[in-house]
Each structure stands twice: as C-alpha cells, then as structure tokens.
C-alpha cells in the first residue's frame, strides 16, 4: 500500500490569516496521524508564510509517524533539516517568492550542488528524496547523485487528467519504471487529489508515498479531515 503523507501548510495559512493559534497545528498534525495518514509533510519557506521554523521544530514531538520536510536547500534549511532530523527531506528548486512549487530539479545542471547536500543529510541518517519532472534524464541525473528517492511532480498529470485525458500518465509510468529498474525510491506529489489519486496509484508501479496538502485540506472542508484521510487511505490499497 502507499503511503499517504499530509501536507499540513494550509492549516498554517488559516492560522497565520487571523493570529493566535487557531487552528492549532500541532492538534491537526496529531489527529491526522490519529485517523490513519502515515506521515507529515511540511514545506517551510523563508518568509515563513505558512509554515515557521518553529513549528518544524515544534512538530518534531509530535509527529510519530513519517515526518517530511521540503523545501530549497538554501543554508538556513539545511540548518534546520540537521538539527530536527526528519525521517526524510524532499530537495525542491522552489525561489523564494513562488506561491507554490512549480518545477523540478535539473539534475544534470545542479548535480555537483545536490550531491554535497543529499550527502550531508545522508551522514545525518536523513533519507533524501529530489522533486524532478517526468522526464528519463532527470531521473538518471538523481540517481548519478546518490539519491534514495525521487518524488515526481504531478502538476502536469493532475491538469491532463482534469481534463479527461488520462495519457497524461504515460511519462509517469515510464519514469516509474526506470527509477525501479536502476533502484529509486518513488514518491509523488502535486494537485493529486481525491478525484484522480486511484487512478494515478494503479498506474505507477512501486509508487511508495504521496504527500497531498491543498486538495486534501479542501476536500476536508465539505468532507471532514478524519473521513477525507481514508477515502485516500482506501483509494491507495
């Protein structure tokens, strides 16, 4: 089964939008857990929008499960990512006024750059994965770096899909197959949704997590969050 990880920055923004800790994030983290999901994920940025750097540090007590964090490899994250210690780190080319992330890794142009810093939060029993596009090259280039995982990004997928054209998976099955046959570990993540998550699973083979935020937060507004974790829970299996 796939692992399902929730990406908790939308409840960050809610809080953030009005002050004080309301929702309390920490109480979210916990139930999610609590109603099934096997991870969380959070994405912190520099200006702290949505996610602080407190609240990684805070989450680290808390999270019990498999804990995420994501975001540009710039010193001060990298300095956060050491001293928390998360089950794994996401490596994601993110500049620092994107809304949201829109693009993976070139791993051939940045190669010499990510190997220094998957190494560094290797030596620290950090598992790396590196957010790429489907595209053949970038995930030869991610394993040449010495990666454990990639996470696919699945913007691309999730627009096609939306608009009926399930050949939209074609370069994600074909990346999944590579990155098994040379032995990475796949992860994927990006306007996956309850709508189109089955489908997507049951054609990427070894698919080992998905990390959905924003749909899943939404869907939880008419759905409830405990309901809404296992309708993924179950189109997963």
Known sequence: MT?????????????NARGGNV?????VATDIQKFGAE????????DERHIRYQDARDLKSIVYTEYNIEGN????FIDLVLEIKP???TLVPDAIDAITSNA?????????????????FQRNGIRTSIFVDPVLEMIEGAKKIGTERIELYTEAFAH?????????IQPYMESAILANQIGLGINAGHDLSL??????KENIPGLLEVSIGHALISEAIYLGLDNVINMYLQKLK
């Open 195 to 200: 709508d189109n998550i089955q489908f997507f």
């Open 39 to 46: 991870g969380i994920t959070i994405h912190p940025r520099p």
């Open 23 to 27: 929702p309390d994030l920490l109480k």
């Open 104 to 120: 993976g890794w070139d791993t051939i142009k940045h190669a010499d750059y990510l190997k220094e810093v998957v190494q560094e």
């Open 73 to 76: 490899p710039e010193k001060t």
């Open 160 to 168: 096609e899909y939306s608009l009926g054209n399930q050949r939209g």
């Open 87 to 89: 089950t794994q780190v």
């Open 3 to 15: 692992k399902l990880s929730v990406n908790i920055n939308k409840i960050a923004t809610l809080r």
